[in-house]
């Protein structure tokens, strides 16, 4: 009776050695992954477990006694992959994560001029990692016909009163075409083109500026500013001609993902393609023990607990060279706004943290959190360029939400750190008293 029980286990370890070195051997995500390292320690381990009978020693009869909770697991995954083959819409949230045919689709073009990199016209853009579930961020976007986020009806157009440039927070990363706040105006009376993309510095804003916007004869420009977005102009700035150009952002991580085959969009398999989809929950939880001893009377703010660390935080710029960059940057765009007869309106975009932090910890937000803010203003007011930050009006509308407000209700995504359109339609019509 004893044989043929530890035939059966023995039998079992031979099965998950197999399973799992195939699986090793056809990896379909980045051999430094540590998916990588977790499952090729479980096929060592299963592997000496075939010979348990040989050895006596106990962290052998640990090893055999695991086998049959990893022959599980392999089997629940075996029935997953099954149940995809016939019917993947079982799988709504997944199926961003699979690409069975595991290629790579390009999205990006190149450009020979500033902005150097934007997303290829009529084409599908997919955001990178895991955002929350398809109810939660909105992944995939339609590109225009020069490549940017606007209903197809808007980009035909050939005049605008609106040209909105920045990175995410114009493009309207996480929401669909009609929630971006470009799109709000034109809903609004106020014909815009979103020239925004996700992870343009500054200097590339101008690119898009000077190569999509002028010809669209704007009576307006609209400059996006989100918090500490200057640094992002060391990745372009003091590059020789001959030097790879580093890009920021979501357009950063997808080229990257694009042309480093070590670094993937998808997986093939249901397995990697469920790790890589948890990727930011693992992150959350490891925020949720890291800020374990933070504690809000509003449960409801429990999974924003970071925000406490701007307590201390201040804005004031440290790279200045970056920062003078990123205001030089802002002069030349003001430059070409007078050339072509438009007005620009800088418009600050705060982060999450900034927004939650009084209803979540009910103090007030420290002064040193709206130092860069400050100095924009100072900035805009020098140079004759419209300014506005919506931080106050944002802060006191999640202030005055009532006591049992539902989390949809909001200005930002639940999961991602951009805004939703209820956070959107205030930055809207802050920006639309200006424009009146």
Same mark, same amino acid.
């Given at each position: 009776m004893n044989k043929n029980i530890i035939s059966f286990d023995v039998l079992i370890s031979i099965f998950n050695t197999?399973?799992?070195?195939?699986?090793?051997?056809?990896?379909?995500?980045?051999?430094?992954? *540590?998916?990588?390292?977790?499952?090729?320690?479980? &096929?060592?381990?299963?592997?000496?477990? +075939?010979?348990? *009978?040989?050895?006596?020693? %106990?962290?052998?009869?640990? /090893?055999?006694?695991?086998?049959?909770?990893?022959?599980?697991i392999i089997f629940l995954f075996f029935v997953f992959e099954t149940i995809y083959f016939f019917n993947p819409n079982l799988f709504p949230n997944? @199926?961003?994560?699979?690409? #069975?045919?595991?290629? &790579? %689709?390009?999205?990006?073009?190149?450009?020979?001029? @500033?902005?150097?990199? *934007?997303? *290829?016209?009529?084409?599908t853009v997919r955001s990178r990692f895991f955002r929350g579930s398809v109810d939660q961020f909105h992944y995939s976007w339609e590109t225009d016909l020069r490549?940017?986020?606007?209903?197809?009806?808007?980009?035909n157009l050939s005049k605008f009163d609106v040209v909105a440039i920045g990175d995410s927070w114009t493009e309207g990363m996480g929401v669909s075409i009609d929630d971006t706040f470009p799109s709000i105006l034109s809903s609004s009376g106020f014909l815009t083109?979103?020239?925004?993309?996700?992870?343009?510095?500054?200097?590339?804003?101008?690119?898009?500026?000077?190569?999509?916007?002028?010809?669209? #004869?704007?009576? /307006?420009?609209? =400059?996006?500013?989100?918090?500490?977005?200057?640094?992002?102009?060391?990745?372009?700035?003091?590059?020789?001609?001959?030097?790879?150009?580093?890009?920021? !952002? !979501?357009?950063?991580? %997808?080229?990257? &993902?694009?042309?480093?085959?070590?670094?993937?969009?998808? =997986? #093939?398999?249901?397995?990697?393609? +469920?790790?890589?989809?948890s990727k930011n929950v693992r992150k959350i939880v490891i925020n949720k023990f890291k800020y374990s001893s933070v504690s809000f009377l509003d449960k409801k703010f429990e999974p924003y607990k970071q925000i406490t660390t701007i307590s201390d935080y201040n804005s004031t710029p440290k790279d200045l060279l970056s920062w003078e960059s990123t205001l030089n940057e802002f002069k030349k765009i003001n430059s070409i706004s007078k050339r072509i007869g438009a007005k620009l309106i800088l418009v600050y975009g705060p982060k999450r943290?900034?927004?939650?932090?009084?209803?979540?910890?009910?103090?007030?937000?420290?002064? @040193?959190?709206? @130092?860069?803010?400050?100095?924009?203003?100072?900035?805009? #007011?020098?140079? !004759?360029?419209?300014?506005?930050?919506?931080?106050?009006?944002?802060?006191?509308?999640?202030n005055n939400l009532p006591k049992n407000f539902k989390i949809k209700s909001l200005p930002f995504l639940e999961i991602d750190g951009h805004m939703n359109r209820i956070g959107y339609t205030i930055f809207a019509n802050e920006i639309i008293n200006e424009l009146n």
């Amino acid at each position: 009776m004893n044989k043929n029980i530890i035939s059966f286990d023995v039998l079992i370890s031979i099965f998950n050695t197999l399973i799992l070195f195939i699986y090793l051997v056809s990896f379909d995500l980045p051999s430094g992954s *540590k998916l990588f390292h977790i499952l090729f320690f479980l &096929a060592f381990i299963s592997l000496l477990s +075939i010979f348990q *009978k040989y050895f006596t020693h %106990i962290l052998f009869l640990v /090893f055999s006694k695991i086998q049959l909770s990893i022959f599980s697991i392999i089997f629940l995954f075996f029935v997953f992959e099954t149940i995809y083959f016939f019917n993947p819409n079982l799988f709504p949230n997944l @199926n961003l994560w699979i690409n #069975k045919e595991n290629n &790579a %689709i390009s999205t990006v073009e190149y450009l020979d001029s @500033n902005p150097f990199i *934007k997303f *290829k016209s009529n084409t599908t853009v997919r955001s990178r990692f895991f955002r929350g579930s398809v109810d939660q961020f909105h992944y995939s976007w339609e590109t225009d016909l020069r490549g940017f986020k606007n209903h197809k009806s808007i980009a035909n157009l050939s005049k605008f009163d609106v040209v909105a440039i920045g990175d995410s927070w114009t493009e309207g990363m996480g929401v669909s075409i009609d929630d971006t706040f470009p799109s709000i105006l034109s809903s609004s009376g106020f014909l815009t083109y979103n020239l925004g993309v996700q992870g343009y510095s500054p200097s590339q804003m101008r690119g898009s500026l000077e190569a999509y916007g002028i010809d669209l #004869k704007p009576k /307006f420009i609209i =400059a996006t500013y989100t918090m500490n977005t200057y640094t992002r102009e060391n990745f372009l700035k003091n590059k020789k001609d001959n030097q790879k150009k580093t890009y920021t !952002g !979501g357009i950063g991580d %997808i080229e990257e &993902a694009q042309i480093n085959p070590e670094i993937r969009n998808q =997986a #093939k398999y249901i397995f990697s393609a +469920i790790w890589l989809m948890s990727k930011n929950v693992r992150k959350i939880v490891i925020n949720k023990f890291k800020y374990s001893s933070v504690s809000f009377l509003d449960k409801k703010f429990e999974p924003y607990k970071q925000i406490t660390t701007i307590s201390d935080y201040n804005s004031t710029p440290k790279d200045l060279l970056s920062w003078e960059s990123t205001l030089n940057e802002f002069k030349k765009i003001n430059s070409i706004s007078k050339r072509i007869g438009a007005k620009l309106i800088l418009v600050y975009g705060p982060k999450r943290p900034v927004i939650y932090y009084e209803r979540a910890t009910r103090k007030k937000v420290p002064e @040193n959190v709206f @130092n860069e803010s400050d100095l924009l203003k100072k900035f805009s #007011k020098e140079n !004759g360029i419209i300014y506005i930050d919506p931080s106050e009006k944002l802060i006191s509308y999640v202030n005055n939400l009532p006591k049992n407000f539902k989390i949809k209700s909001l200005p930002f995504l639940e999961i991602d750190g951009h805004m939703n359109r209820i956070g959107y339609t205030i930055f809207a019509n802050e920006i639309i008293n200006e424009l009146n």
